[in-house]
């Protein structure tokens, strides 16, 4: 006797082990959010040992290994620490490690370099703003002692760019938002990449010292708008310039087109 297979049954046991994963892997996001409402919570705090894989297992209605599962993924957010031979904690939630995947991210995938400024234009303008408005004593004096370096016409390369880097950070900080000075810090390798295409250009140092005083002059006398136009004028110039520079080396083939207004005098 001839038994004819039903063609849809012809994947079977595949079919089967295809929907198990599928299900397995919709049960380990059920995991890991979870256990992250349990953090959000307050439930499981920053440094505080998690329970058992049986106890966060039967809290949740899940089974072990998908608990497994869902701690492997959360150690790989940062969110949880394994600490072999002592268990498994909640990390310190930090946001600059929380971010540290995004920075391996950007290293790997290296954005564009006009695409990293886009971004830079976008985001370091309001911080400037939120510094000018927000500043402590503290901040200022960090600002202006990150400015007098840059303000010393003349320095070799390297110490350009150190000084260009602290100057930059040190008035996104004093925006006081924690969340857009990790995004910024995420993009900080990239962004010396795109300083070192730039830092040597003709008339660029002189220029970037005076876009820079405009730039500290105006946080310094708390204008927020003033200091938002500053950082703006600043990094459009710049990437102009860079811009005009790579035609030059690469021609314009290499040089992607920007909606970025004209140079802006300073």
């Known amino acids: ?20 994963r599928v299900t397995r892997r919709g049960a380990t996001a059920e995991a890991v959010a979870g256990i992250q409402d349990l953090i959000r919570g ?23 290994p998908t608990v497994r599962e869902a701690i492997q993924a959360l150690a790989a957010m940062n969110i949880l620490d394994v600490r072999h031979g002592s268990g498994i904690f909640v990390a310190s939630l930090d946001l600059s490690t929380l971010l540290a995947p995004l920075w391996f991210a950007l290293e790997l995938t290296e954005p564009a370099f006009d695409q990293l400024y886009e971004v830079r234009i976008v985001l370091e303008p309001y911080a400037a703003q939120l510094a000018a408005a927000r500043a402590t004593p503290g901040d200022l004096a960090a600002i202006q002692d990150a400015f007098k370096p840059i303000s010393d016409v003349g320095l070799d390369r390297d110490t350009r760019l150190a000084a260009d ?19 910024v810090a995420s993009l900080g390798v990239l962004a010396r990449k795109s300083r070192e295409l730039t830092v040597e250009l003709p008339d660029r140092e002189a220029q970037a010292v005076e876009e820079h005083r405009a730039l500290v002059d105006a946080i310094l006398r708390r204008d927020p708008e003033a200091a938002r136009h500053a950082m703006h004028r600043h990094l459009s110039n710049v990437y102009l310039d860079a811009q005009q520079h790579r035609t030059e080396m690469f021609g314009s083939g290499e040089v992607l087109g920007t909606s970025l207004p004209p140079r802006h005098a300073t």
């Open 42 to 64: 307050g439930k499981l705090k920053a440094g505080e040992r998690l329970p058992t894989e049986r106890e966060l297992a039967e809290a949740l209605g899940l089974s072990r």
């Open 165 to 183: 880097v602290i100057l930059h950070r040190s008035i996104i900080e004093a925006s006081h938002n924690d969340l857009l000075v990790g995004v």
């Open 1 to 20: 006797m001839t038994v004819t297979r039903n063609p849809r049954d012809a994947d079977g046991p595949d079919k089967a082990a295809k929907f198990a």
